[in-house]
């Protein structure tokens, strides 16, 4: 399994990012997949889950009405576009995947990618 985070950076508060996540070694129409954040010090953050389809999806409440996110399952690839940013929502973000889209804040895959820093900052 290989998950790869991309499009990170410096934005200022108000601005926007897309982040992007390549996935491979397993069947990705068959999970549902997930953005989680983490900061220094703190546990790991579930922000978003889309089913495998991409019908369904789900926010934490921080998040809610700014991001979305999205799926192509014909290229492996999941997204969250990221609008109207705030500070705490500087982290490194990372992807995963759960069998099921009612699974909380499980994360299947053990190998989590490198992550993609997000800074938000004037």
């Known amino acids: 399994v290989q998950l790869v985070e991309s499009g990170g950076g410096l934005v200022q508060p108000g601005g926007s990012l897309r982040l992007s996540c390549v996935a491979s070694?397993?069947?990705?129409?068959?999970?549902?997949m997930k953005w989680f954040r983490q900061t220094p010090g703190k546990e790991r953050e579930l922000v978003a889950t889309?089913?495998?389809?991409?019908?369904?999806?789900a926010y934490t409440s921080s998040v809610k009405g700014r991001f979305t996110i999205s799926r192509d399952n014909s290229r492996n690839t999941m997204y969250v576009q990221m609008n109207s940013m705030k500070p705490e929502d500087t982290a490194v973000y990372y992807c995963n995947a759960a069998r099921t889209f009612f699974s909380g804040s499980r994360a299947d895959f053990n190998s989590w990618g490198q992550g993609t820093q997000v800074i938000v900052s004037s």
């Open positions: 070694g397993f069947t990705f129409t068959n999970y549902a």
């Open positions: 889309i089913s495998d389809s991409g019908d369904s999806t």
